[in-house]
């Protein structure tokens, strides 16, 4: 049996530079800037705010953060032990929802072989929610939890319950992905109760689940937030559009072949044989209509799929490979790990990235004012700064209490509707564009020079330029000059 443990050895090698490599670029969210901007100000008035402090446009009363406790951490982490503590925790997060994926497979008796060539699969489908520094890591881990957990149900234990209701209510502080979790709950619940088997206990547990959504800073106005985020339509954040129109060409290829190993199990184990297929098909509807919740798909289709597909003639066939024709499935994971080894050294997974240009590598990302903040930053401004959706936060994080700013990524957190929209049309330069700077009092504006709104506002009155780079410019009201740049 020693070629089956170097054989097992590679895989695990081979699957964890794969999973680093494809997690490790590292780009802070916009997110995570307010969520730590949040909880220097709860810490420095004793308790969460209720009220926004950090806009000079219309905000929500109470505005409700329900990433309130992600931001405390990353706060925490950040305070005392800089950089290091933020990615720390990420590839802690990272590492335990491999562990917890691993373990619920297993135990329902995956064979290490079969699940490293579907964890491949896997992580092609989620590395994107690991890219970036955010608090949607917290929701992936606690719903391998759950997945874990309800297994254990299924065998007849009710000790887990004890576990996670605690566990519940740190999630539902954290992040309020905890509504999936909720959702994927209820969705078990349905499945005992269709095949006549023991569910009481689940219903009860529902109930103490609902009441204990109150056990939060904001109290009985957390429900009120949930119901109507919730089903908020969300038209200019492209990943909450459905899959088909946002997603990466490779994500949709990978998705659809994760479906077609889902049918190819069913087909030999029959629907009723396959535990946990409710699960996963309803997290493929999820993953359909928003790309932002592919990766719970993710995380369920590893969970629960591998045991099923190795019963099946492929999955037997790719355990008998293993006996007798070792040296074939070492060559493949040898060269997963020629392949992704010196890929992690050029991503730096060792080192948290600000992009101030756009980089080919990293793909995709917020490209961040940071030559215009340190301008701000180095001649004293004070005021009101009008700022696109997607640097709100960032300014805020760098530069308040001096500075307030039209708008941030908290989107339905802190602002009413139309805000965002309203926003957008500045800075796409739309009809009646200039109405914004006379309806709030805004004293300079931060313009990418990427949009629209940036070939215009040199041609509007009363506004001067005072900086520009290749990312940013800023205007400053003329009559304001003097006494906004100190």
Same mark, same amino acid.
């Given at each position: ?16 530079? +794969? ?16 969520? +730590? ?22 905000? %929500? ?10 931001? +405390? ?26 562990? $917890? ?5 297993? &135990? ?28 949607? #890591? ?11 957990? #309800?297994?254990?149900? &299924? ?31 209820? !969705? ?11 569910? $009481? ?13 109150? $056990? ?35 994500? #949709? ?94 991503? %730096?997974?060792? %080192?948290?990235?600000?992009?101030? &240009? ?36 960032? !300014? ?15 989107? *339905? ?8 929209? *309203? ?6 330069? *739309? *009809? ?12 300079? !504006?931060? $313009? ?8 215009? #506002? ?6 001067? &330029? ?21």
């Amino acid at each position: 049996m020693a070629h089956r443990r170097v054989l097992y050895g590679v895989i695990l090698a081979g699957l964890l530079s +794969m999973f680093v490599y494809r997690i490790s670029s590292n780009v802070i969210d916009v997110d995570l800037w307010h969520e +730590m901007a949040l909880a220097r100000e709860t810490l420095a008035q004793g308790h969460v705010p209720l009220d926004d402090h950090f806009a000079y446009t219309p905000t %929500k009363h109470p505005v409700v953060h329900h990433e309130w406790g992600a931001g +405390m951490v990353a706060y925490v982490l950040a305070v005392s032990a800089g950089d290091a503590g933020i990615l720390i925790a990420k590839y802690l997060l990272a590492l335990g929802l491999g562990v $917890v994926c691993w373990l619920c497979a297993s &135990r329902r008796g995956a064979d290490l072989l079969v699940f490293g060539f579907l964890a491949a699969v896997a992580v092609l489908l989620a590395d994107q929610g690991f890219s970036t520094i955010r608090a949607q #890591m917290y929701s992936y881990l606690f719903t391998a939890c759950l997945l874990y957990w #309800m297994d254990r149900d &299924r065998e007849g234990q009710r000790w887990w319950l004890f576990a996670w209701l605690p566990v519940y209510v740190v999630w539902l502080n954290l992040h309020a992905g905890f509504l999936v979790g909720a959702g994927l709950f209820g !969705v078990y619940w349905l499945e005992q109760v269709l095949r006549r088997e023991q569910h $009481v206990h689940l219903l009860l547990t529902g109930i103490a689940m609902v009441l204990l959504i109150a $056990v939060n800073p904001y109290g009985l106005s957390y429900y009120d937030y949930l119901w109507h985020s919730a089903a908020m339509p969300r038209p200019l954040i492209d990943e909450w559009a459905p899959l088909w129109r946002t997603g990466q060409w490779y994500q #949709m290829v990978v998705f659809g072949l994760s479906l077609a190993l889902v049918l190819y199990a069913v087909r030999y184990t029959g629907i009723r044989g396959f535990r946990g297929l409710a699960t996963i098909l309803v997290c493929a509807l999820l993953a359909v209509k928003s790309t932002r919740l592919l990766n719970f798909y993710a995380v369920a289709w590893i969970c629960y799929l591998p045991s099923s597909l190795q019963e099946t003639p492929w999955g037997q066939s790719l355990r008998w490979r293993s006996d007798r024709q070792t040296r074939p499935l070492l060559a493949i994971w040898c060269l997963m790990l020629a392949v992704c080894l010196p890929s992690i050294c050029g991503t %730096k997974p060792w %080192k948290l990235s600000v992009p101030d &240009r756009q980089v080919a590598k990293l793909g995709k990302h917020v490209i961040y004012p940071v030559g215009a903040v340190s301008y701000l930053s180095a001649t004293g401004f004070r005021g009101n700064l009008m700022v696109p959706f997607d640097w709100g936060a960032y !300014v805020t994080w760098w530069l308040y209490p001096d500075v307030r700013v039209s708008i941030d990524s908290r989107y *339905e957190v802190a602002y009413p509707p139309g805000s965002v929209e *309203e926003n957008s049309a500045f800075y796409r330069a *739309e *009809e009646g564009w200039q109405r914004i700077l006379s309806i709030y009092p805004t004293d300079a !504006v931060l $313009v990418p020079t990427s949009l629209p709104v940036s070939r215009e #506002m040199p041609f509007v009155p009363g506004w001067k &330029r005072v900086y520009g780079d290749d990312v940013a410019e800023i205007y400053v009201r003329a009559c304001d000059l003097a006494g906004a740049l100190r």
